[in-house]
């Protein structure tokens, strides 16, 4: 704006600089017109933008009279000086003040100025004379002294009649500057100018410019619900058909229709009938189609695959029936022990045709059968046949003393001393002393299994253990004394007891003394308990016995006292102060969580990756970014919009398909992929299809009749049903081509070869032996080929026979 001011003053100066400006004094004006005609053109100018910035002078005060000074006299006469003349202060004679001129005999103020007193002249304020109108509208009044200045407000120029108006747009027309930017419409104010912008448009942020409104971000312009879409375009907006659709022709003409257009849904399916290729199937839907995979195959319509109903419940197999899945379908067979058309099964008795081979007893069972053995028996491994239980091997302790195994049974025997019982399994004991008193010469005393003798004091048994005889001396049987003997005057013997024994009524044998019996308690400070031949002391429940003093008892606590406190009664801890926990130990409110260690009062020491009180907050050591929180050592709970381990990682709902996400929602497709989530499958194959296909999309291949694959490469094969067995290979018309040593539609049976081989004499006098193979026989049973090799030794043929037979084992369970 600053330029275009001083263009403005530069254009209009030179109709303005003659102009007389309005002032009191004629004379003034004059000397002012002298003094502007001889500036030069430049400093016109520069006193045009000094006009428009700084007050224009109308008034040039008066040149100042010559300085004089009044002087007063002394003198007691004073001369009359004419008029209003005053003396002279340097007593040359009669004058006016410094600041007043002599008109005529009297003195008088300059212009400007008003008389105070009779020497003084005082300022008159112009600006301030009401209903003067000096300077007139638009205008700004400046007091001076003697004087007074006028200048124009901004937006208007001194001119002839006062300050007008400048039109700043036809400024800017004619200098060629630009007072609005773009589209925007110059409009001339008073003093200003404004920038208008027409329909469509909006006024930018600086003023001056224009910025396009787009209509399609209000409320909706166009009816989508007929398939229309809005287009913004430049001031304005249009209503189209949305992808999918097709406009239709108008029906309505004239200034009442309505400015959108009707859209009809385009039937791709009908328009283009391979839209949809192998197993996909199109089903037209508004504005779009979607290609659904056919009954018995999955996908998402442009790739579909086998659909496994084998693996689902809703097949309707038998439950003793296998369900086979084939391309497109699937198939039901009941397994081995079963009959029926898989849908439907029922069991096979296989106990009604030679008991099942069983050697006891046959028991059927749904889809096979099991051999049972009579008591005694227990299968062996073949499952058919039984063989013998050793049951004296068994731990059930079947006899009392001794097991005999037998066939199918077993027998139980006793030591001597005892006979079995009629029960066959427990022994009884025999009173021995019944019969001849045992053998002893005087008493019998029966024992369980055996019997003792004894003699009358003061005879001895002898060593016989049956005969009595009296002793003498303490070498013949120790005297007869259980501990010490010795040997006294006269032939007899003495027996006396070692420490904690006291001698018994027959002065021969030694009874244990019980310390614990007395009231000293043994010196047992609580339990006191008695032993043969001495004493322990014992404690009661939460005591222990003290390693210093055996007789003394200390109180147990558990678990033991920690930091530095004593156990003074059974589990109770006298704790130091901060240490109140359970045997002494520190307490921490709240708990010390995920494994830390209360150390002292309200102190965790915790584990790593946990800080805090407590040990409850995570510690991360990357922080978790985008708002998210540190849940668990580093692992980040991030905000819906974020993913990955520091919430780094933006995240688009539903995800990119083929393409990354780069911002919230938005994502950057690869390799061709089009759409908001990367869905549109591109038309290209990086390698080309094969046997005759055609690229339909990204790296997929619309093969033709008999080919399958992502670029047709596999040739169809349509398997068997029911498959073929034992390697068989599937031929045309739904028959198998069975290999060598195999039979049947399926394949399912295996024939065994014959072969003759003719070898040295030597070599067929061997004994004959046998050799087998395994290989399957159905589903659930297994076949053994057996081949023989048989001695022709009787035959003057060099050569022997080798033969071959099949065995199938029925299944004996399941």
Known sequence: MTHLWILLSAVLLVGLAAEPVSSPEENENEVLKETEEENTESQMIDNTIGNLSEPTPSQTPNTSAPSTTIIPQNSSVAPQCPGNQVMLESGSGCGCSSDMLLVGDNCSCPVGYTDEGAAECLDINECEAEGTGLCGLHASCTNSPGSYSCSCLRGYLMGPGGCQDVDECSLAAVTGLQACEGNAECKNTPGSFTCLCPVGYTMALNGRGCEDVDECSFEEQCRRELGNVCVNTPGSFSCQCQAGFRAEAPVCVGPVCADYTVCQDVDECLESLAVCVGQGVCENTLGSYKCICQSGYRGNGTHCEDVNECAFSGHGCDTNARCGNIIGSYYCQCYQGFNGDGFSCFDIDECAVNNGHCKHNCSNEPGGYSCQCASGFQLDQDGHNCVD??????????????????????????????????????????????????????????????????????????????????????????????????????????????????????????????????????????????????????????????????????????????????????????????????????????????????????????????????????????????????????????????????????????????????????????????????????????????????????????????????????????????????????????????PEGTTGLRCERLTCPVITTAVSMARAVRKAFRESYVDRCGPLGIQLCTKYRINQARVYLQAYRVGYKIQCPQKTGR
């Open 389 to 738: 239980v050793d049951e004296c091997s068994l731990s059930n302790r079947t006899c009392e003393h001794t097991c005999i195994n037998t066939h199918g049974s077993f027998q139980c025997s006793c030591k001597p001393g005892y006979q079995l019982h009629i029960d066959g399994h427990t022994c009884v004991d025999i009173d021995k002393c019944k019969l001849q008193n045992g053998g002893c010469s005087h008493t019998c005393t029966n024992s369980p299994g055996g019997h003792v003798c004894h003699c009358p004091s003061p005879l001895l048994l002898n060593r016989d253990n049956l005969t009595c005889s009296n002793v003498t001396s303490c070498k013949q049987r120790n005297g007869g004394c259980d501990h010490i003997c010795s040997e006294r005057v006269g032939g007899h013997v003495q027996c006396s007891c070692q420490t904690g024994w006291t001698l018994g009524q027959d002065l021969r044998s030694c009874v244990d003394v019980n310390e614990c019996s007395d009231f000293t308690n043994g010196g047992c400070e609580q339990l006191c308990l008695n032993h043969p031949g001495g004493f322990n002391c014992t404690c009661r429940e939460g005591y222990k016995v003290q390693t210093d003093d055996l007789t003394k008892c200390q109180p147990v606590c558990e678990p033991p006292c920690q930091n530095y406190g004593v156990c003074v009664a059974p589990n109770s801890c006298d704790c130091p102060p901060g240490y109140p926990g359970l045997g002494c130990s520190a307490m921490c409110s709240p708990p010390c969580a995920h494994g830390g260690t209360c150390i002292r009062w309200n102190k965790c020491l915790c584990p790593p990756g946990w800080t805090g009180v407590g040990c409850h907050t995570a510690v991360c050591e990357l922080p978790c970014a985008n708002g998210g929180r540190c849940v668990e050592p580093e692992t980040c709970q991030c905000p819906s919009d974020y993913t990955g381990p520091q919430c780094l990682l933006l995240l688009c709902s539903p995800a990119c398909q083929n393409g990354r996400c780069v911002d919230v929602n938005k994502c950057v497709c690869a390799g061709g992929w089009q759409g908001a989530r990367c869905q549109i499958e591109p038309v290209q194959c990086q390698e080309p299809c094969k046997n005759g296909g055609v690229c339909v999309g990204f790296n997929r291949c619309r093969c033709s009749t008999g080919f399958t694959g992502n670029l047709c490469e596999t040739a169809i094969t349509v398997p068997c049903v029911p498959p073929c067995k034992h390697g068989a290979t599937c031929s045309p018309h739904n028959t198998c081509t069975c």
